[in-house]
């Protein structure tokens, strides 16, 4: 029911109401505040008032990744600060390295986890990065169970460093997403997932983690082995008069759904039928989820065209397309063939 008397009626409500710090106390004491009202603290957790610290979603801190001042507020950081001010006021002087900004959601049988950067922080920050899209499975195909994982991770493409990652399944997201939150804390790189040594059983994981995968996928595009493009660059490309798309999947899963000018050559014939494919142009290839069009792309490169993979596939772009009348329903999970 709103203030103004009217009702509305729904089966699910859902209140995004944001936070705000509560620093009254703060400002009445005339400590500095940002412009959200936060209390400004230095490293150590000092206010402006240096007989007077300040912890948790009260304060603003340093992003451990960009090392921006941002208003974070998790229950995490806040328990972490409390003891390092503790530390502090016993003489200690231990330092805040900041937050990174670790969270999980459930919402009915979803979770939703990320770290780090998203998009628009790195983009505000002025980090050059890139990305790479995967969807998984959370443990082996073969063991009852396996649900799908999407992962998105942002990397800094000078030198690899993982600047944040977004997770999203019904199983193990919550587990991607805390080893790539160590991994960030502990400035590692893309090229580090790939040797990472993960537990493995099939009730559990892959052979080849999902977090090993972005690191493979991301490491093919830092050493020139494959290009890519992302799904928000393909209405550019449609316009290109000197480029193809090229849609690598199977027939039936070409009826449920295309880009809109692909040309349709399933993958297991790409060898026999290549010589349609104009070498003069460009050639943007894609499939389900990814991985055939990165085997198609290697085809191709190895024929001496100038190609790119779509990264996340079909499947995520078809996700953006708010007019797309494409049901994934009937499809089998992660561009297996049908």
């Given at each position: 029911k709103l203030n103004t008397g009217e009702t509305l009626n729904a089966d699910m409500a859902l209140i995004c109401a944001g936070v705000a710090p509560d620093t009254h106390l703060a400002k009445s004491a005339g400590l500095a505040l940002n412009a959200r009202g936060a209390i400004i603290v230095d490293e150590y957790l000092r206010t402006s008032n240096k007989d007077i610290y300040a912890v948790g979603d009260a304060i603003e801190v340093k992003h451990f990744v960009s090392g921006m001042p941002r208003h974070i507020p998790l229950a995490g950081p806040a328990n972490k600060q409390g003891r390092l001010v503790a530390d502090n006021i016993c003489g200690l002087q231990n330092a805040y390295k900041g937050t990174q900004g670790s969270a999980i959601l459930k919402f009915f049988d979803i979770a939703a986890a990320s770290t780090g950067l998203n998009e628009a922080s790195a983009k505000e920050a002025g980090i050059n990065y890139d990305k790479v899209h995967i969807y998984s499975l959370s443990h082996a195909s073969y063991y009852p169970g396996a649900a799908d994982l999407y992962l998105k991770v942002l990397f800094q493409t000078d030198n690899g460093r993982i600047l944040g990652a977004q997770i999203v399944g019904q199983e193990g997201a919550d587990k991607r997403c805390d080893v790539?939150?160590?991994?960030?804390?502990?400035?590692?790189?893309?090229?580090?997932?790939?040797?990472?040594?993960?537990?493995?059983?099939?009730?559990?994981?892959?052979?080849?983690?999902?977090?090993?995968?972005?690191?493979?996928?991301?490491?093919?595009?830092?050493?020139?082995?494959?290009?890519?493009?992302?799904?928000?660059?393909?209405?550019?490309?449609?316009?290109?008069?000197?480029?193809?798309i090229l849609d690598t999947r199977t027939d039936y899963e070409y009826r449920f759904g295309a880009i809109s000018g692909a040309k349709h050559i399933p993958l297991d014939s790409l060898r026999a039928r290549i010589k349609e494919i104009d070498k003069s142009k460009t050639v943007y290839v894609y499939c389900q989820s990814g991985l055939r069009s990165y085997l198609a792309s290697r085809i191709l490169i190895q024929e001496g065209y100038d190609c790119y993979n779509l990264s996340g596939g079909y499947r995520l772009y078809s996700t953006t397309e708010k007019d797309s009348l494409y049901d994934p329903s009937p499809l089998l999970p992660c561009g297996a063939k049908g």
């Open positions: 790539l939150a160590t991994a960030i804390r502990a400035n590692m790189t893309i090229y580090d997932l790939c040797e990472l040594e993960l537990c493995y059983a099939p009730p559990f994981s892959s052979a080849k983690d999902p977090v090993n995968m972005i690191g493979f996928a991301a490491e093919n595009i830092l050493t020139g082995k494959l290009k890519q493009f992302h799904w928000h660059e393909i209405d550019r490309i449609r316009q290109d008069k000197n480029a193809i």
